[in-house]
């Protein structure tokens, strides 16, 4: 079957760096990708999404890179805040389909 | 503030009790879905709906039960015969299914067995 999965499942960042998040997707046509962030005990929140025919996107602090060749979606945090401590999770979406496939998560801290 | 209210927040099923969780959206949204988030793990499809009066299965749908009779309502009913419930459930919704709009989440109902 298809699968959303991430390289790390924790992530530590000293507070005012730059994080990565990684996130590996196996289903070649996959069309559509969202990064979303769920803080503890609430619903995950939108973030930033991105379509297969574009492999950069930028928000405010955040940018999504896409890597159709390797099947690799990036989340890249600017100057990390302690608000930014959460789990982050990619989903991805096929061209046709219904359903939105999540991956486990990265737990992401932010160091004082 | 448009948005996905989920309800009650915390709640607690006894052995052989079906007890049912609410989600209320205001965004106007055609599509509605129901996940179940498990510690550690992603979130898992229960069911969704495209429209009103129309649901399907998703990958978990054994044990839980949904109604669309409303545009702004999905219900979902997790019954007795859920046999592992205990679980953190999450609503969302979104413009339509197949078209690429992000969904948006409530807050969850945490579901514990007594």
């Known amino acids: 079957g298809e699968s959303v999965g991430l390289h790390l499942p924790t992530l530590s960042v000293q507070e005012g760096d730059n994080s990565i998040i990684n996130c590996a997707y196996s289903?070649?046509?996959?069309?559509?990708f969202i990064w979303y962030k769920q803080e503890s005990g609430k619903g995950p929140q939108f973030i930033i999404d991105?379509?297969?025919?574009?492999d950069k996107r930028q928000g405010q602090r955040v940018t999504v890179l896409l890597n159709k060749t390797v099947k690799h979606l990036s989340l890249q945090i600017a100057a990390t805040q302690p608000g930014d401590s959460a789990v982050y999770f990619c989903?991805?979406?096929?061209?046709?389909?219904?359903?939105?496939?999540f991956g486990t998560g990265t737990r992401l801290t932010i160091i004082p | 503030d448009g948005g996905i209210t989920q309800s009650p927040k915390y709640l607690f099923r006894k052995e052989g009790q079906n007890v049912t969780l609410s989600c209320e959206q205001n965004?106007?949204?055609?599509?509605m879905y129901w996940y179940r988030q498990d510690p550690g793990q992603g979130l898992r499809l229960i069911y969704y709906?495209?429209?009103?009066?129309?649901?399907q299965k998703g990958d978990i749908a054994e044990g839980y039960s949904v109604s669309r009779e409303k545009k702004e309502s999905f219900p979902l009913t997790v019954t007795s015969a859920q046999k592992n419930p205990t679980a953190f459930y999450l609503c969302?919704?979104?413009?339509?299914?197949?078209?690429?709009?992000?969904?948006?989440f409530g807050d969850g109902t945490r579901l514990s067995i007594l």
């Open positions: 969302a919704s979104s413009l339509g299914t197949v078209s690429n709009q992000p969904q948006h």
């Open positions: 289903n070649s046509a996959s069309d559509y």
């Open positions: 989903a991805e979406k096929s061209l046709g389909n219904e359903k939105l496939t």
């Open positions: 709906s495209q429209i009103v009066n129309d649901f």
């Open positions: 991105i379509r297969s025919n574009m």
């Open positions: 965004l106007n949204h055609d599509a």
